[in-house]
Structure formats: structure tokens, C-alpha cells
């Protein structure tokens, strides 16, 4: 687990950590203006990191993305909960599943083809359209898979809110309404891809 300090200004009295997605960095949140401390969490191959002391701030919000769902369902199921509000964004706490993640046998292809350009392709389809190449560590990045196969479902986390993508193109739409039918949190449809976070202003605007 890699946890860096994206915003940090001393003076912020919310703090929102993201849980983000795997093989993208905090790019994707460069858009979201804000006064808030912004704290991003990643590389799910282990799940046995910790956060920084967080007590200072008078509010503490927890964004979870894409693997970030599972991710931070798994690793708060260990923990006692520190957050006043927590959203979960175009993921679930099953993100290898049939009915309600990614579908196992796209989830393996990718496993097994996966290389610089195939991961080209998998920012594409995040986006819904070309973006500019970005580096990966094969190695690195195939044992994170790997390791969320391997993790399985998470524990149900009750979320404050959750945000699901129309036009998803990693995570089935259909799959992730059968994640979070019946279940007592909101779920809001956005018109938006996977990486959605430009459809949004600023912080505020992401955690009402």
C-alpha cells in the first residue's frame, strides 16, 4: 500500500482520503479544486498499511474508487472506523465477480495479456477516449491483480453514498446495481466513464 499527501496545507479542516484504482495515479483527481487535505491510496498488493494520524481535522472523508472499494472494505474491516462520510465511486466490494464486478474471464485476459499496450487500451476504455500514454510496471502491476483475485470479496461496507458510471466500460453497469440493490445507501447514476472525476467541480461537489 503507497500513501501519499496529494494536498496538505495545514489549515484544512476536512481531510478526504482516496482509495483510488489500480495502474492509475491521482491524475485522474487533478481536476477536483478545494480546501480540503486530499490523502491518495494505492497499490493494493498487501493491505497491511496505515494511514497517518488524522485526529487534527474536524471532518474525515473517504472517496473509494474502482479496486478501491474492495480495497478499502477489506482494510477498514480490520480497523475502527475513523470516517464521518464514506462514498464509493464505479467499484464493489466483490471486484472479481460474475454478477457483481468484473466478469472473471476479462478480469483473467487481463491478467495474462497484460502489457504496455494493452494498458493503453485499458486507459482508453477508463476514459472513453485515447489519453496520452503512460508508463507501467508490468511485474508490479500483475501481482496487484493478482493479489485482488486472490483477496476476493470484501466485507459490505455501508456506504454514505455510492456513484455508479453509465458509461462504464471496466466495471458492467449492470453488475454494480446487482452489488448494491437492496442495500440502505443511495446509489446516483452520473453520465460519465470510469475515470468520471472531471464530471465534478470540486470536492464538494464529489461527497455531497
Known sequence: M????????????CVVVIFGGWA??????????????VLFVSDYRTLNGELPDLSNYETRALVAWSF????FAHW????????????????SETPVDDLRGIPTAIFEKTVETLSETSYQGFLMRCHNKRVAAQA?????????LIA??????????????VLLARQDR???????????????????LIEAPHACFDQ?????????
Not at 26 to 31: K, L, M
Not at 68 to 71: F, K, L, Q, Y
Open 136 to 144: 507501467i510496471d508490468i511485474a508490479a502491476r500483475r501481482e496487484e
Open 200 to 208: 465534478f467541480a470540486n470536492w464538494d461537489a464529489v461527497l455531497a
Open 170 to 188: 471496466i466495471f458492467p453497469l449492470a453488475s454494480l446495481q446487482h452489488a448494491f440493490a437492496g442495500r440502505p445507501m443511495p446509489v446516483r
Open 24 to 37: 492509475i495515479g491521482p491524475d485522474v483527481f487533478s481536476t477536483l479544486a478545494g480546501e480540503q487535505d
Open 68 to 71: 478501491g472499494v474492495a480495497a
Open 76 to 91: 477498514q474491516s480490520m480497523r475502527p472506523a475513523i470516517f464521518e462520510r464514506t462514498i464509493a465511486i464505479a467499484g
Open 148 to 161: 485482488v483475485r486472490e483477496r476476493g470479496g470484501a466485507p459490505l461496507w455501508r456506504w454514505d453514498s
Open 2 to 13: 503507497d500513501v501519499i499527501w496529494l494536498r496538505r496545507s495545514g489549515r484544512a479542516r
